[in-house]
């Protein structure tokens, strides 16, 4: 019993971490009241949702994907993903910018980086 | 019976539409904008003759629009019973026009090219219900008629009038809703929605469905201000007369009882009402509306509302005509569309002129009055005779009619209905009559002033008047005999 | 090779040229932003009507990015569903780019107006990529470059609030992008492809992997929060009412529409119908999320004191019966939705245009201040009307041409509770839009104002270049209702491809 549920732990770890992380980043995007604090949360998400990607286009025993000896008969890892991650990083790099430059103007404007306070503060307004 | 493809049929409704953009941009010069409205309902009276010839000797003119839905057009086709409708809306929109430019001038009132752009544009959407060739077709019109004719009621814009409107709203809207539904219903029962003489929707579901969708039908047509749902028709009272005249006689209730005479015969067909029982429901209904309507009347001092209940009580006549099932209530009902539409003008008017003239709404206040202006009570007298059902004006003609048809169609109690509510009508429009003419005012200072109305308003109430004693002395011309092709046409297919 | 060929890729290309172009010469003259984007959005107008047609003459266009044929390469696929949606959005974002003009002059201050134009050249590049690409992941790319340059134009308003409404639909929309990644990952692990025709063919096989059905439930969910279903429709209210106006018309018509044809393209060209309805239904519970949010939508939008919260709230009522026409998914109803598609965004760009016109001449969109505008914004208050009575569904405006099709659909399809609750929606919708009508037309403009002169000395008509795009849009709503039959010749060949058909 607890070696089949070590078994599918042990074997699937990646998509384990992954789903891990990404509930510790959405948990940080939800439930976190300062402002900088939910934007990493929710690049803790983000960057979980890459290790997944990356993690399964791993190939046992396989190499870099670059051109060999053995040519197109080379046992490599997949690069798709990757490739596909490197876009998706890109982006979320782009999403923390402006996150983090609408956090500044809106310190600026209220003078608070905290949720409740935030809300109330624009509710007064 | 041949159809004529033509645009004709679209031409009578394309004239008003025009118009009302004119009257749009001629707001400022206020004797042009009116000289459009009077010229655009000659034009439309006249195209609407036009047809007049072909339709009696039995043809039908016909035009596709455009397609639509699968299923259905947006088409027009003018037959005999839809011509009745235009003939007593074209020509009373004329009439009618007339007297609206008196009763604002004389009023003063407010936004008048509103006014003036809506009725245009109701009277374009009430011959386009007329002249329909579907359900689906007709149900467009009847939302236009719905939509453009809330600014005309909530017209002098007081929270009274506002509240009013959105009760009229709330009523209209709702029944366009349950009436979709019908068009809906009846489009997955049958895959069409085109009027066919005698019916065609037999068999083609179970008996409760088909109930059912009478039913629908009837909420759908709210504007037959039956009972209970019959509320929004005295609210809407506090339009100006000349909308009020529109509303009740010309376009907005018959356009509903027009409706549902139109489902009766060209929809379900006789026989099928038969089949389904629909034939008691409506007369209960009926029945039901025109005694209540009848003493609701008896307690109004208002003459407006008085009168405004006394429309609830006399479109219930024909719903009542059209329960019957047989051909003589059938043709009661018909005729009943332009008779009560002329007499009841001929009132709304007479209420206007007095509320011009006299500054005067409530029964009470208008002791005497008929001294005043005896052309107008006379009248006023004349048509009310006509509603009763006395000669020598039109009103027993319908009577007769749905007297025989209820003899005919095996209901002889539906014959006590009729004469209970005929005594019931004496009994709140008499005294109207006694006091206008034989009682002495309160204070003889008030009526010191009150003299006719102005000539615009006072010679349509004189022509409305004479229509109807012409009616009774010469029915056939035209609407006894558009009248006869109409139930010629929907009794043909019950025959085998 | 002509250049009709390569129209496909010219659309994405010259959008993105231009929106470089822009920040290159506005940073030396910022008065030449407005005409390069305006050309710009009116020739991508032009291409995709050329495109429909093309469509429509010749069948389904695949454009291969590059000429490198799929799986390995990308596609740009145009089929009579996305052609249509195509020419609607651009349609609106022509519409709005003219609108735009004054609009920004007023709300944005001069500093951002070159960044405001390089923004909205990328979210229409953004938006007319994710609708005619092929390729999933390249979706999700456009989707990101879209929502990026969305987050920024939602917060470039002079309002303060607008920061914080950027912000929250920043945090909401990166979860759903997130949650759009899994799903494509998942996907991508079960069939070794991103190409949506070869996924269509290739997930059948795999229809009772718990991989496919979390893809399925990743997308579904991912694109819900972009789409504004209710309930996960949070971040809308706030965001359409802080951006500026030109933004909310962009984002209420095209944004919102092209976020309902990708997750229309999901469902129904990757995951088939075989999926949707036998191996995991969630039609039926699509259908009733759909009616929930019709009428809590409405119930909404009736409580709201604010001209463009209340059409906010309108909206999430509108994208209830586009989702309804997926729930239901008979070929009727999803002609509905489809009309629906174009229709709502007509009609809601002319409403919002007019709350922005109203913001333009008084400063204000509370409703208790627009008593009596009717008097001095005629032309406004008509066009709110026409477009309002299409929103309500009075025939023969687009508005009910779209609704006859879905209660058509449902009752057809036997759903005849659903069908009532979608008419009850449309007398919801009357009432608030009867709201604005009667304050509008009726409402005394001496009774609330008092001692502020400062209203009435600035109420007068829009200028005609607002006024023109918001008048056409109008027009628009009756013609499109009256001449529904030239539409539904795109419409038609749409539902059936998306049920399987040719």
Not at chain 3, 241 to 251: F, Y
Not at chain 3, 416 to 428: F, K, M, N, R
């Amino acid at each position: 019993m607890i070696e089949s549920f070590f078994e599918l732990f042990l074997s699937r770890y990646n998509y384990w971490m992954a789903i891990i992380l990404m509930l510790i980043g959405l948990y940080a995007l939800i439930a976190k009241q300062n402002l900088v604090k939910k934007i990493i949360g929710l690049n803790i998400f983000q960057t979980a949702i890459y290790l997944f990607y990356i993690s399964f286009a791993e190939v046992r025993g396989g190499t870099a994907p670059i051109y060999t000896a053995e040519g197109v008969h080379a046992l490599y890892v997949n690069p798709l993903p990757h490739v596909l991650i490197l876009t998706a990083i890109v982006v979320g790099v782009s999403v923390t910018a402006v996150a983090l430059s609408l956090i500044v103007r809106i310190y600026e404007e209220y003078g608070v980086l905290d949720e409740d306070e935030l809300m109330q503060a624009v509710r007064g307004r | 019976m041949t159809d004529i493809n033509g645009i004709f049929p679209a031409v009578v409704i394309a004239i008003p539409l025009f118009a009302s953009a004119l009257i749009l941009a001629t707001g400022r010069h206020e004797n042009i904008r009116e000289g459009v409205t009077i010229t655009a309902a000659v034009a439309m009276l006249g195209a609407v003759l036009v047809m007049l010839p072909g339709v009696l000797a039995g043809n039908r003119y016909t035009l596709t629009l455009l397609p639509m839905v699968p299923g259905s057009d947006f088409a027009l086709k003018v037959d005999a019973f839809g011509m009745v409708f235009a003939l007593v809306a074209a020509s009373l929109f004329l009439l009618n026009s007339f007297y609206a430019i008196g009763y604002m001038r004389s009023l003063q009132e407010h936004a008048q090219t509103r006014f003036f752009f809506c009725l245009a544009v109701a009277i374009a959407a009430a011959i386009g219900i007329a002249f329909s060739a579907n359900l689906l077709t007709l149900f467009i019109f009847y939302e236009i008629l719905t939509i453009i004719t809330y600014p005309l009621v909530v017209h002098v814009e007081t929270p009274e009038a506002m509240k009013a409107g959105r009760k009229y709203l709330a009523y209209l809207l709702t029944g366009g809703i349950f009436l979709l539904s019908a068009v809906i219903l009846t489009y997955i029962l049958t895959g069409t929605t085109d009027f066919v003489a005698g019916g065609f929707l037999a068999g083609s579901g179970s008996h409760l469905t088909l109930q059912i969708l009478f039913i629908l039908f009837m909420v759908g047509f709210v504007k037959a201000a039956w009972m209970p749902a019959h509320g929004w028709l005295p609210a809407a009272m506090v339009a100006p007369t000349p909308v009020s005249a529109f509303l009740h006689a010309v376009a907005v209730v018959t356009a509903g009882v027009f409706g549902i005479v139109r489902i009766a015969g060209w929809v379900f067909g006789m026989d099928l009402m038969a089949m389904l029982g629909l034939g008691t429901l409506l007369a209960v209904i009926a029945s039901f509306t025109i005694i209540v309507a009848s003493l609701f009347a008896l307690a109004e001092d208002n003459l407006k509302r008085r009168l405004a209940y006394s429309t609830v009580s006399q479109l219930s006549y024909i719903l009542l005509g059209v329960s019957m099932l047989s051909i003589a209530g059938m043709t009661g009902a018909m005729a009943h569309i332009p008779i009560h539409a002329f007499l009841k003008i001929t009132l709304f008017f007479v209420a206007g002129a007095v509320i011009v003239s006299a500054g005067k709404e409530s029964i009470s206040e208008m002791k005497g009055i008929g001294r005043k202006m005896p052309v107008t009570a006379i009248m006023f007298a004349l048509a009310a005779i006509g509603i009763c059902g006395l000669p020598p004006l039109s009103g027993i003609i319908s009577k007769i009619y749905l007297a025989l048809g209820a003899v005919e169609g095996g209901v002889p109690i539906l014959l006590l209905v009729i004469i209970v509510s005929a005594v019931l009508n004496a009994a709140y429009f008499f005294p109207v009559i006694y006091t206008m003419f034989f009682e002495i005012p309160d204070d003889a200072g008030t009526l010191q002033s009150v003299s006719e109305p102005p000539l615009t308003m006072l010679v349509p109430i004189v022509l409305t008047a004479a229509v109807s004693v012409l009616i009774f002395f010469f029915p056939s011309m035209p609407f006894m005999d558009l009248i006869e092709i109409a139930i010629a046409e929907i009794t043909h297919q019950v025959l085998p | 090779m002509t250049l009709a060929d390569q129209l496909p890729v010219l659309l994405i290309a010259i959008s993105i040229l231009a929106s470089l172009l822009i920040l290159a010469t506005g940073w030396y003259d910022r008065r030449f932003c407005y005409p390069i984007a305006l050309i710009t959005i009116l020739s991508q107008f032009l291409a995709s009507i050329v495109i429909l047609l093309q469509v429509l003459d010749g069948g389904t266009i695949r454009y291969y990015l590059g000429n490198w044929s799929p799986p390995l390469g990308i596609e740009l696929v145009i089929d009579s569903f996305n052609g249509f949606i195509l020419v609607a959005i651009l349609l609106l974002a022509a519409a709005t780019i003219i609108y735009a003009r004054r609009s920004v002059e007023k709300e944005i201050t001069p500093e951002k107006i070159v960044s405001f134009y390089v923004l909205f050249q990328l979210l229409v590049t953004g938006l007319v990529g994710m609708t005619i690409t092929g390729d999933l992941f390249n979706l999700y790319v456009f989707l990101e470059i879209s929502s990026i340059a969305a987050y920024t134009l939602i917060a470039s308003s002079r309002r303060s609030h607008s920061y914080v409404a950027g912000f929250n639909y920043l945090i909401l929309g990166s979860i759903a992008a997130g949650f759009i990644l899994l799903g494509i990952g998942n996907l991508y692990v079960t069939t070794g492809t991103l190409n949506m025709a070869e996924l269509a063919a290739m997930l059948p096989a795999s229809y009772h992997l718990a991989t496919v059905h979390s893809a399925f439930l990743f997308l579904i969910i991912g694109f819900s929060i972009k789409v504004a279903f209710f309930p996960l429709h949070l971040w809308l209210p706030d965001a359409y009412t802080e951006s500026p106006s030109a933004v909310t018309v962009l984002i209420s018509t095209v944004m919102a529409k092209v976020s309902v044809y990708a997750l229309f393209r999901i469902l129904f060209t990757v995951f088939t119908t075989a999926y949707i309805i036998d191996s995991f239904p969630v039609t039926g519970f699509i259908l009733l999320m759909a009616t929930v949010a019709i009428i809590a939508g409405a119930v909404l939008a009736i409580a709201q004191e604010d001209l463009k919260r209340m059409l906010a709230y309108s909206s999430i009522s509108q994208i209830g019966y586009i989702m309804f026409a997926l729930g239901v998914t008979n070929e009727i109803a999803l002609e509905g939705g489809i009309l629906h598609i174009l229709g709502h965004a007509v009609m809601k760009g002319c409403l919002f245009m007019v709350a922005g016109v109203i913001i333009y001449r008084m400063g204000t969109s509370r409703l208790s201040d627009m008593k009596g505008l009717s008097k001095t914004m005629p032309i406004s208050c008509a066009a709110f009307a026409l477009a309002g009575a299409s929103m309500i569904g009075i025939p023969p405006t687009i508005g009910f041409m779209s609704k006859y099709y879905l209660v058509l659909g449902a009752f057809e399809a036997g759903l005849w509770p659903y069908a009532v609750v979608l008419l009850i929606g449309s007398l919801l919708a009357a009432i608030y839009i009867w709201r604005f009508i009667e304050i509008a037309y009726f409402g005394d403009p001496h009774g609330g104002h008092g001692g502020d002169h400062h209203g009435h000395a600035t109420e007068r008509e829009a200028p005609l270049s607002m006024l023109a795009p918001m008048v056409g849009l109008a027009l628009l709503c009756l013609i499109f209702g009256i001449f529904v039959e030239v539409l539904m010749q795109a419409v038609a060949p749409a539902a059936l491809l998306l049920l399987g058909g040719a």
